[in-house]
């Protein structure tokens, strides 16, 4: 199973922004994109969006309009989620998945807990 | 959005008991449901896609069923293995949703 590495632990001050990367093992990137959710402190999943692998395109979810971007870099099979503006809220591990078909994604990641305080 | 709403919220099963999970929709959304298994600490993984259709790797004992706005998520005999917290996710409309997840938990 091709697992996708992530960044490690960040910790952040109110107001500025992260980047968490997401690598997939084996330079073997999913057909149809990464998917990005998160998960507060003993809360359940929150979908972030998501982004199409070749052709780029990207649907967030309309809470985190302005704040939130991905990018993808094929010639590292590396994705990234960089969100802006950071919140105490914000506190969460992020995780990254793949998507081979739309919509239900594959999380092979450790995650990246981000601490904003 | 589409509300996504989970039942029970915790399960207490044994080992070898035959377990199923409901997940309700507030609109149909056709069979653009997943089910995830997370333990803690670990990310979610992808058990059903499709409402029905078993993930590469996934022990058949789980299975899933339903259309439109109502949804199982269907362990046929619990193995050590499978007492985590469980959550469904539509993908029918955006932005994507999670059920608020079932903790499924040793009696």
């Known amino acids: 199973q091709v697992q996708m590495v992530q960044s490690g632990p960040e910790v952040k001050k109110p107001g500025a922004s992260v980047k968490v990367s997401c690598k997939a093992s084996g330079d073997s990137f999913p057909n149809y994109g990464i998917s990005w959710v998160r998960q507060a402190p003993g809360q359940g999943l929150e979908w972030l969006g998501w982004?199409?692998?070749?052709?780029?395109?990207?649907h967030f979810a309309q809470k985190f309009q302005g704040r939130l971007n991905m990018t993808i870099d094929t010639s590292t099979t590396t994705a990234y989620l960089e969100l802006r503006n950071l919140r105490s809220d914000d506190t969460a591990v992020y995780y990254c998945g793949r998507l081979e078909v739309a919509g239900a994604a594959d999380f092979g990641g450790q995650g990246t807990m981000v601490t904003v305080s | 959005d589409i509300q996504m709403t989970q039942s029970p919220s915790t399960l207490s099963a044994s080992v070898g008991d035959r377990v199923t999970i409901t997940c309700r929709a507030s609109q149909s959304i056709n069979t653009f449901l997943a089910w995830y298994q997370q333990r803690p600490g670990k990310a979610p993984k992808l058990l059903i896609y499709k409402a029905s259709n078993l993930q590469t790797g996934v022990p058949s004992r789980f299975s899933g069923s339903g259309s439109g706005t109502e949804f199982t998520l269907t362990i046929s005999s619990l193995q050590p293995d499978d007492f985590a917290t469980y959550y469904c996710?539509?993908?029918?409309?955006?932005?994507?949703?999670f059920g608020q997840g079932t903790n499924l938990e040793i009696k």
């Open positions: 996710q539509q993908y029918q409309g955006y932005p994507y949703t």
């Open positions: 982004i199409g692998t070749y052709s780029g395109n990207t």
